[in-house]
């Protein structure tokens, strides 16, 4: 504590850009010592409102570590620092909205709850709707805390509000419940909890030989439907889209308790796709500071351009929208992206069009998993 407090008004003087998966009452203190700070300063000789000192979440702050051994890779964030200054006109607002989630969250902890990031917000609209307007505001101002008081937002007793589903070769077990057999769960799959304490105490057991991570939810149900986990030994995980925190979590764990079990990705064949299976694999530059817990070293298996080429008809592509083209141009422009991948943004950007997994039903309902079973055992991926 008193290393703590002998810092800034939080410790930007340290150097470790990581955050902590810590105990409530060690996020109370830091939160604690951060008014007392703030109250010293403005009562001082010569008052002052400190400035918040965060680590800065901008791309010229990432960087990738890339592990040695394992092969993962995981965007991390360096030393540098921005603030949030209730002198500035264009950071009053933010100082304010990081002190209101503060103040929030500090409450949470203390009646030992857990909430949302779309509980939060609506309390917040009602508690102070002249600073948050938008859910983007509140999500934005979790990361803020995060990286001012650097532990985890779970830390925060804020809970992740989750969307995913798994199925296949799995067996999992809640503490003192009984175990779920994921291959039994049907199309929907085992609903993916946002509780991330209950995800880590999950017993799992498994002889599965791969991990298929799907896209889209209609893609993971017709793949649970057919059992193509009876065909081909794997798991299916989905997060139904943009992947959420806790399917996240949940994959990474996985991976670190079977971690010769390749994981594949099947993503349509556009820039958004792409950035989805980036973000399981890298982690995303706004959750910097825990990207490390959450990434896992995911492979390309599709869609890809060789797989447009040979397989998808002229009328199932689709022109690429200008959100498309604004997510190829951040892709391209990524020091992380490796070459191979920007091969495949370049060719989607010539092409001018895009595809969906979908397009390979031209070929039958039951040709998805003659696809995946012949780039699977030709080792198909990037």
């Known amino acids: 504590m008193g290393e703590f407090c002998r810092s800034t008004i ?19 203190a830091r ?3 951060a008014v007392l700070n703030f ?50 006109e264009n950071s009053a607002k933010s100082f304010i909205r990081v002190w209101k989630v503060m ?28 600073y948050f307007t938008s859910q983007l505001q509140v999500n934005r101002t979790i990361q803020d805390l995060v990286a001012l008081l650097r532990c985890s937002r779970y830390s925060l007793g804020i809970m992740a509000s989750s969307r995913g589903a798994i199925a296949g070769r799995l067996l999992l077990q809640e503490p003192d419940k009984e175990v779920v057999d994921c291959s039994a769960c ?41 059992r193509v986990f009876n065909q081909i030994p794997c798991i299916l995980i989905t997060a139904k889209g943009f992947p959420d925190i806790a399917t996240r979590f949940l994959l990474h764990r996985i991976c670190r308790m079977f971690p010769n079990l390749p994981v594949l990705g099947l993503v349509d064949w556009n820039p958004a796709g792409l950035a989805i299976l980036c ?35 002229e009328e199932c592509l689709v022109p690429l929208k200008p959100r498309d083209l604004q997510i190829a141009k951040s892709l391209m422009s990524s020091e992380i992206l490796q070459d191979s991948y920007k091969e495949e943004v370049a060719a989607m950007i010539q092409s001018g069009r895009r595809a969906e997994i979908e397009a390979l039903y031209c070929h039958g309902y039951d040709y998805l998993v003659k696809f995946l079973a012949t780039k699977i055992v030709q080792a198909n991926y990037l």
């Not at 909430?115 to 709707?129: G, N």
């Not at 304490?197 to 209609?218: C, F, G, P, Q, S």
């Not at 995303?284 to 447009?308: F, H, P, Q, T």
Request: net charge neutral; aromatic share 10%.
């Open 10 to 28: 939080f410790f930007s003087d340290q150097h470790h850009c990581n955050a902590d998966i810590l105990p409530s009452s060690q996020v109370r």
């Open 31 to 33: 939160i604690e010592v």
């Open 39 to 88: 109250l010293k300063a403005l009562s001082s000789n010569s008052p002052s409102i400190s400035d918040l000192s965060l680590i800065s979440r901008n791309s010229s702050n990432s960087r990738v570590s890339r592990g040695l051994l394992t092969g993962d890779s995981w965007i991390f964030l360096s030393h540098s620092f921005c603030t949030r200054s209730l002198t500035r």
């Open 103 to 130: 103040e929030m969250c500090y409450q949470i902890m203390v009646q030992e709850k857990r909430v949302t990031q779309r509980e939060l917000y609506y309390k917040l609209l009602c508690d102070s709707p002249d």
């Open 186 to 226: 049907g199309s929907s799959g085992y609903a993916i909890s946002g509780d991330l304490e209950l995800l880590e105490k999950l017993t799992m057991e498994t002889d599965a030989r791969y991990i298929i991570m799907v896209e889209k939810h209609a893609i993971f149900q017709r793949l649970a439907e057919d």
């Open 279 to 313: 973000t399981f694999k890298f982690g995303s530059i706004g959750m910097g500071l825990e990207a490390y817990r959450y990434a896992c070293n995911v492979k390309w298996l599709g869609l890809r351009k060789d797989d447009i080429n040979q397989l998808i008809p």
